[in-house]
C-alpha cells in the first residue's frame, strides 16, 4: 500500500508541476521525489489529451470541425497554463542569440520577442488546422495520444540530455532519468502507439510515429548544437513540435 500511494504521490506531483489542475492533497515533497515524478509526464499528458478531446467530441457537434479544434486547443492551453506553448516560445526567441550565453539570456527573458509571436502564432495555427482537418472520429483519438506521445519526446530528452542552467522550471529533472523510469516510459509510449494502432490502423500509427520523430529531432537539432544541453523550455519546445509531428503524420497517412 504504502508503494501505491508513493506512486499516486509522484503522479500527483507532475500532475500539479504541468497542469494548473488542483489537487486537493499535501503533497510528500523533495528533489529526488520531483525528478521521479517525470516518469508519469505521459499520463499527464494523456490526461491533458483527454480534456481536449472531450473539448472536441462535444463542440463539434454543435459548431463544427474548425471551431472545434479552436476550442480543444483552447482547452489544453487553459488546463496546462500555456506551459510547453512559453517553453515553444522563449525556444523560438533564442533563435536570436549569436552566442549559447546569449541565447540562454534571451530564453530567460520573460518578455516575448518577434521570433517567439511569429512562432507560437503559426504552431497553434498548424495544431487547429490539422485537426479540424482530420477525420472527426479520429481527432480525440489523435489528441490523446499526440499528447501522451509528446510528454514520452519530452522525458526522453531528459533521459539522453543534459540540464545546462543552474536554475530554471527543467531544475527538478536536471539529475535524469533511473532505469526504471525509463522503462516505464518506453512502456507507456508503446502502449499508446498500441492503441493508436487499434482505433485506427497500424500503418498510421507508423505515420504518427514518424511524425512525432521529426518533430523531436527538428527541434532538438536546433538548441542541441547551440547550448549542449537543454532547458525547461527546450523540454517545452520539444513538446509542442512532437505533439503538431503527430498531427501531420497521421494527416498524411490520409
Given at each position: 500500500?504504502?508503494?501505491?500511494?508513493?506512486?499516486?504521490?509522484?503522479?500527483?506531483?507532475?500532475?500539479?508541476?504541468?497542469?494548473?489542475?488542483?489537487?486537493?492533497?499535501?503533497?510528500?515533497?523533495?528533489?529526488e521525489k520531483m525528478n521521479a515524478s517525470a516518469r508519469y509526464y505521459p499520463l499527464v499528458g494523456i490526461v491533458v489529451g483527454c480534456v481536449g478531446a472531450l473539448v472536441f467530441c462535444v463542440s463539434e457537434a454543435q459548431f463544427g470541425a474548425v471551431l472545434a479544434a479552436l476550442l480543444s486547443t483552447a482547452a489544453t492551453v487553459l488546463f496546462t497554463g500555456a506551459f510547453h506553448e512559453d517553453?515553444?516560445?522563449?525556444?523560438?526567441?533564442?533563435?536570436?542569440?549569436?552566442?549559447?550565453?546569449n541565447t540562454l539570456s534571451i530564453m530567460k527573458d520573460s518578455r516575448?520577442?518577434?521570433?517567439?509571436?511569429?512562432?507560437?502564432?503559426?504552431?497553434?495555427?498548424?495544431?487547429?488546422?490539422a485537426l479540424s482537418q482530420l477525420p472527426?472520429?479520429?481527432?480525440?483519438?489523435?489528441?490523446?495520444?499526440?499528447?501522451?506521445?509528446?510528454?514520452?519526446s519530452s522525458v526522453a530528452v531528459i533521459a539522453t540530455s543534459q540540464y545546462v542552467r543552474e536554475e530554471g522550471?527543467?531544475?527538478?529533472?536536471?539529475?535524469?532519468?533511473?532505469?526504471?523510469?525509463?522503462v516505464f516510459v518506453l512502456i507507456a509510449g508503446i502502449g499508446m502507439v498500441i492503441f493508436l494502432g487499434v482505433q485506427s490502423s497500424y500503418i498510421v500509427a507508423m505515420y504518427g510515429l514518424v511524425g512525432l520523430l521529426a518533430g523531436h529531432v527538428l527541434m532538438r537539432l536546433?538548441?542541441?548544437?547551440?547550448?549542449?544541453?537543454?532547458?525547461?523550455?527546450?523540454?517545452?519546445?520539444?513538446?509542442?513540435?512532437?505533439?503538431?509531428?503527430?498531427?501531420?503524420?497521421?494527416?498524411l497517412s490520409i
Open positions: 500500500m504504502r508503494l501505491i500511494r508513493d506512486e499516486i504521490n509522484l503522479f500527483l506531483l507532475a500532475l500539479q508541476f504541468l497542469t494548473r489542475c488542483p489537487v486537493p492533497f499535501t503533497l510528500s515533497y523533495s528533489d517553453g515553444f516560445a522563449d525556444t523560438c526567441d533564442g533563435i536570436g542569440g549569436q552566442t549559447r550565453e516575448l520577442g518577434t521570433y517567439g509571436a511569429v512562432g507560437l502564432g503559426l504552431l497553434i495555427a498548424i495544431k487547429i488546422i472527426n472520429s479520429d481527432a480525440g483519438i489523435a489528441l490523446i495520444v499526440a499528447h501522451g506521445l509528446s510528454r514520452v522550471t527543467g531544475k527538478p529533472t536536471a539529475a535524469g532519468l533511473s532505469v526504471p523510469s525509463s536546433f538548441y542541441q548544437r547551440r547550448l549542449g544541453g537543454y532547458t525547461g523550455d527546450c523540454l517545452g519546445a520539444v513538446q509542442q513540435l512532437s505533439e503538431v509531428g503527430v498531427y501531420l503524420g497521421l494527416l
